[in-house]
């Protein structure tokens, strides 16, 4: 009885001999990573040399003392020599200490330099230390802000550490200078028999080194994170958490739905299907995608909150007003990439990846400030959604809901990501569709001769085996 034909089959020899199978995805695969690349390394090398007007308080509680019958502020000197400073890496702002402190708790400076009262008279006792009598150093506090991330306070605390020791050396200048004619005037008074100031002719070593650098820096937390809070860096962290389930569950959504109504194939491991295309409109199935999103994105900012403040004990504060901060948040980047995989067909996957993974991550801010960013860094903050939604975690979780600005800013930029994403999405799957471009499948699609016979490079491959190349595929 004679057998059917076995049907020709290719090998992946055939497929590799083609260059249209492996050129384009090397082509892609490379620029992508040269722009990773450039991208992620090209805003962090050196933020110290890019580092621009990062804001720290400059406070000086110093009332002043009469010294030598002069009346002096030490402490308001300080402040004009730290402001006059060449340089325009920091910017220094000068407030009250009560300012200052709420602008650490607002957010709106990443440190401060803080002169105490009384700074001046605990200066004039020094010169005690040229006739032997002891004196207390006087001090001068560096604030730190870890909430406005560890990276920018770090930046904050070196820059005002600097400033205070500065300063301490220049005053220690005068001091030393004025220690100096004391003893010279002693030493003279008593060479010509004349009563001189009670004390020694000369200072000791202790003294002269006291004097030369009389001022002690203490630095100390200015805003207090808990233990829990990843030294500043749980915000950030939370907010990937975030983007990340409104990718990844928007692409989980996409794939889904296009497998339910027949779009595409739905493969598990060696199983696979693929049923019959439903009749549904570009704009009906990005409405359904979108709908099932915003559903997801209620059910996985639980899960986020439920592991990383309800397991691991992440520190966290306004526990409703971040469950729907996270939901709203999700469910906008979801509908950012539903919106952009309408517009672009199957490279919107890569597209929306740059979008919401590879341009924000560098431009977020949230490891390295937006002040020790290049400008085209600092460009893209502004529009960025991890950026925006960075700052609103932030204020929740480390300024009690109350950052300047920052999370009514986070909010706006939710509901217009939002608005935007589903006008979009559904004005291009409207044109593609009053256009005709019905997907691959559509019952209404016009099945000429050859319809659902693969096309591409493979069935090329595939078309093109010689008898006896097929022979041998066979054999």
């Known amino acids: 009885m004679p057998t059917s034909p076995r049907p020709a089959t290719i090998r992946a020899a055939h497929v590799l001999r083609d260059p249209r199978t492996w050129a384009l995805p090397t082509a892609v695969i490379g620029v992508v990573a040269m722009l990773l690349s450039v991208l992620y390394m090209g805003g962090i090398l050196n933020p110290q040399a890019d ?77 005690g230390a040229a006739t032997g009598d002891s004196a207390q150093r006087p001090t001068i506090t560096v604030l730190t802000n870890q909430g406005a991330g560890s990276l920018g306070s770090s930046f904050a605390s070196t820059a005002a550490q600097a400033a205070a020791h500065e300063a301490s050396a220049q005053i220690g200048k005068q001091l030393t200078a004025q220690a ?69 569950g928007a692409t989980v959504v996409s794939t889904t739905v296009d497998g339910a109504l027949g779009y595409a ?33 209620l059910v996985t900012s639980a899960i986020v909150m439920f592991a990383t403040i309800t397991l691991l004990g992440m520190d966290a504060g306004h526990l409703p007003l971040l ?65 925006q939604l960075s700052d609103g975690v932030r204020s929740i979780l480390y300024f009690d809901a109350q950052a300047t600005g920052a999370l009514s800013r986070a909010w706006s930029m939710i509901a217009l990501g939002a608005v935007l994403a589903v006008v979009v999405g559904v004005l291009a799957a409207r044109f593609y569709d009053r256009r005709g471009l019905r997907r691959l499948g559509h019952p209404s699609t016009a099945a000429g001769p050859g319809a659902g016979v693969a096309a591409g490079p493979v069935a090329d491959v595939a078309a093109g085996i010689s008898a006896p190349e097929a022979a041998a595929a066979t054999a």
């Open 51 to 127: 580092l621009s007007h990062l804001p720290v308080a400059l406070v000086s509680s110093d009332e002043g003392a009469e010294v030598a019958g002069t009346r002096m502020n030490v402490g308001e000197q300080v402040v004009q020599a730290v402001q006059a400073a060449p340089g325009d890496a920091i910017d220094w702002r000068v407030m009250s200490a009560e300012q200052a402190r709420q602008a650490l708790a607002r957010d709106e400076v990443f440190g401060a330099l803080e002169v105490p009262a009384g700074f001046t008279a605990a200066l004039a006792a020094l010169d």
């Open 180 to 248: 100096t004619e004391l003893v010279a005037g002693q030493a003279a008074g008593q060479a010509s028999g004349q009563a001189a100031a009670p004390g020694p002719a000369q200072t000791s070593v202790a003294a002269a080194l006291l004097l030369a650098d009389p001022v002690a820096v203490v630095v100390t937390p200015g805003h207090v994170l808990g233990a829990h809070s990843g030294a500043g860096l749980s915000a950030f962290y939370f907010t990937l958490l975030l983007v990340l389930a409104g990718f990844i």
């Open 265 to 297: 194939d739905a493969e598990y491991g060696p199983f696979h299907t693929r049923r019959a295309a439903a009749p549904i409109s570009r704009a009906q199935t990005f409405l359904a995608k979108a709908g099932i999103s915003v559903a997801l994105a």
């Open 323 to 387: 469950y729907a901060f996270s939901v709203c948040a999700s469910a906008a980047v979801a509908l950012g990439v539903h919106a952009i995989n309408t517009v672009f067909g199957g490279l919107g996957q890569l597209v929306s990846m740059f979008v919401f993974i590879v341009l924000a991550l560098p431009s977020s801010g949230a490891t390295v400030p937006l002040h020790a960013l290049p400008s085209f860094y600092r460009f893209l903050s502004t529009f960025e959604p991890m950026r």
